[in-house]
């Protein structure tokens, strides 16, 4: 089962969890990411590309559901505004085994940081400016090609 | 053809979206961003930079040099930053 | 911070989530591990060695917080009768980058299965086996070496 | 010396624990399984494969030819199949 889902309300984490456990396998990886308030980040912005977004979501899911023959792959990706604190993505692989599950779900997030159609904007002091994409999120996609 | 634009190539740009419609000579990505850095100073400025943009023709990534024959939607944006 | 336990009360996924995100880092990597019932299993049962056990989950949870610069590390184990469906083991790790996290995760689980002193019996159609270990958790932990 | 067995050792032995006084040539893990295969049929059974057992002494994992030199506790058991 894939489960996608591009929002901007708050991520249920109860709830996404419970939904991935429901699929009745032995192993869940999941991966939270969480806005982080620690470098003065006051709030974040989160663009993306409509329609192209929830394809890529779709695909990354799917690919890694075939390749480690899971059980089901989730992915919930926040848009718009954001606090630190708040979560900006779940992603859950669940599995028979430990290993496919927790594979799955690091190539998913790191697939996803690369080939996701999102653009991140901190905000700090009253001023914002766009986030640079990192080389170390290229090498860590491509760990997985 | 649609064009869309994203984080600040849309702001240097000043618009999200515009329909537009090329001469026959322009058939690649990069011919279409020459093409439309004539437009105003801010497509001048946005596409200043290649190296900087990124690029998808009808919802698939594509490099500045693929061919945009039949494109319905050419997206030009920065590198994607999300997770 | 390091938080350990070893209970026979099932294990609180949301509350454990909670504490974890409340360390305050950009990234929370989880595994849980989930009796399956797929093969017939209608009970498992979890011995343990009480005192090595909670020293052995203590060590794997420092250990792992040391070497990839952990905000926090959780190992949550569950002993004595269970139910398929039923939660086994949540692991979680905290930190302020992904890979770290992730990696953490993974170490945290594969270490546990051949270090932490836990036996497996499960009871199908009223008779009792115990588990044999497999190699393959041994090149899964070796891994982290 | 206290004397821990766990899983399928435990059942085989018949008792989860004893209190033992080697002599004083007993001075491995080894030894000490030797030692204790004469006790009874059960410790006999339970010690016969040594391939399938694994032990602790005073709560640290030892090879079976780890010296037992001043140990309080030595646990014997398979190998781990927990998480």
């Given at each position: 089962?894939i489960?996608?889902?591009?929002q901007?309300?708050?991520?249920?984490?109860?709830?996404a969890?419970?939904?991935a456990?429901?699929?009745?396998?032995?192993?869940?990886?999941?991966?939270?990411?969480?806005?982080r308030?620690?470098?003065?980040?006051?709030?974040?912005?989160?663009?993306?590309?409509?329609?192209?977004t929830?394809?890529?979501l779709?695909?990354?899911?799917?690919?890694?559901?075939?390749?480690?023959?899971?059980?089901?792959?989730?992915i919930?990706?926040?848009?718009?505004p954001?606090?630190?604190?708040e979560?900006?993505?779940?992603?859950a692989?669940?599995?028979?085994?430990?290993?496919?599950?927790?594979?799955?779900?690091?190539a998913?997030?790191?697939?996803?940081k690369?080939?996701?159609?999102?653009?991140k904007?901190?905000?700090?002091?009253?001023a914002?400016?766009?986030v640079?994409a990192?080389?170390?999120?290229?090498a860590?996609?491509?760990?997985?090609? | 053809?649609?064009?869309l634009?994203?984080?600040w190539?849309?702001?240097?740009?000043?618009?999200?979206?515009?329909?537009?419609?090329p001469?026959?000579g322009v058939?690649s990505?990069?011919?279409?961003?020459d093409?439309?850095?004539?437009?105003?100073?801010?497509?001048?400025?946005?596409?200043?930079?290649r190296?900087?943009?990124?690029?998808?023709?009808?919802?698939?990534?594509?490099?500045?040099?693929?061919p945009?024959?039949?494109?319905r939607?050419?997206?030009?944006?920065p590198?994607?930053?999300?997770?």
């Amino acid at each position: 089962m894939i489960r996608i889902a591009v929002q901007a309300a708050p991520i249920d984490l109860a709830a996404a969890v419970a939904a991935a456990e429901s699929d009745g396998a032995g192993a869940i990886a999941t991966f939270t990411g969480v806005v982080r308030g620690d470098d003065g980040v006051e709030l974040l912005e989160l663009e993306h590309y409509p329609g192209m977004t929830e394809r890529a979501l779709e695909r990354i899911a799917a690919d890694a559901a075939a390749r480690w023959s899971l059980l089901s792959a989730t992915i919930i990706h926040r848009v718009g505004p954001m606090q630190p604190g708040e979560r900006i993505v779940f992603v859950a692989a669940v599995a028979p085994h430990r290993s496919a599950a927790l594979d799955a779900c690091a190539a998913m997030i790191d697939v996803l940081k690369t080939t996701a159609p999102f653009w991140k904007r901190e905000v700090r002091g009253g001023a914002s400016a766009w986030v640079a994409a990192r080389e170390a999120d290229e090498a860590a996609a491509a760990r997985w090609q | 053809m649609d064009l869309l634009y994203f984080a600040w190539v849309r702001e240097a740009v000043g618009t999200g979206s515009e329909r537009v419609d090329p001469p026959a000579g322009v058939t690649s990505v990069a011919a279409l961003l020459d093409w439309l850095a004539a437009r105003s100073p801010g497509h001048a400025a946005a596409f200043a930079d290649r190296t900087r943009l990124r690029a998808a023709v009808d919802q698939v990534f594509v490099a500045l040099d693929a061919p945009i024959a039949d494109a319905r939607e050419v997206a030009i944006f920065p590198p994607v930053t999300g997770g």
